[in-house]
């Protein structure tokens, strides 16, 4: 993945090793709401294969993230590395070093991304059956009734892969979904942003839901198109409001 938060190999001019490069990143998906409170990040052997990097690359870097209280791990059958604190003193500096350098990359891949849904969302429209439009009431209602935070964003997911799905084009599916990866670390989830942020955008995203939800239900492709491009935008907003948190502008900088 070339150019996001997941990709970009080390230059040997920084003089910073691929674990520093690493850290970093995951430091920073954590920081934009990639992961949330109560997550657990995938294995490994995913991350690894996400970020790029060898899996004991992967391991030191998540160490990092467990000395500065960002994650802790668990044992067992259940266990892995699960996000405890989005935010401390020390994530501004890794923040504002992963979305400096990438910046212009990522404000192409969101402009891409939203154009994509659009065209999803319009195809949805025009090609959506009843068995579609039952599934998207069911998840809209899912989200609507979700508790905020972790909950919400998996019920985000649910909704938005049901929208996908009633597009009925696996193509367009696919390049999205490979779009969504290179803008990512991983995680098959929209940015979720700082708690003090979520109430108000979670309402907003609920108000967005249902006019797209109703625009392609009632084959208003035009409306559908439009409301996508401009709801995916939540996204870039939640990386400039990260950024400019990191360099000490935001609030509870």
Known sequence: MTGSLAAAAVGPATGRSRVDDVTDRLITAVAVGEYLPGSRLPPERDLAASLGAGRMTVRAAIARLVERGLLETQRGRAGGSFVVEQWTPASAEAVRRTLDERWEDLRDRCEAIARLHGALC?????????????????????YRAAASGLAKQQADSRLHLAIIDAAHNRTLARVLRDEEAALSIGAPAHLWGPPEG???MEARALREHEALVAAIVGRSADDAEAIARAHVGIDLE????????????GAGA
Do not use: C, I, K
Not at 122 to 142: C, N, Q, T, W, Y
Not at 238 to 249: F, I, Q, S, V, Y
């Open 238 to 249: 939640l990386l400039e409001a990260a950024r400019l948190r990191a360099d000490g502008l």
């Open 198 to 200: 979520m109430p108000a």
């Open 122 to 142: 319009r195809a949805a429209a025009e090609r959506r059956s009843e068995h579609d439009a039952g599934v998207m009431a069911a998840r809209l209602e899912a």
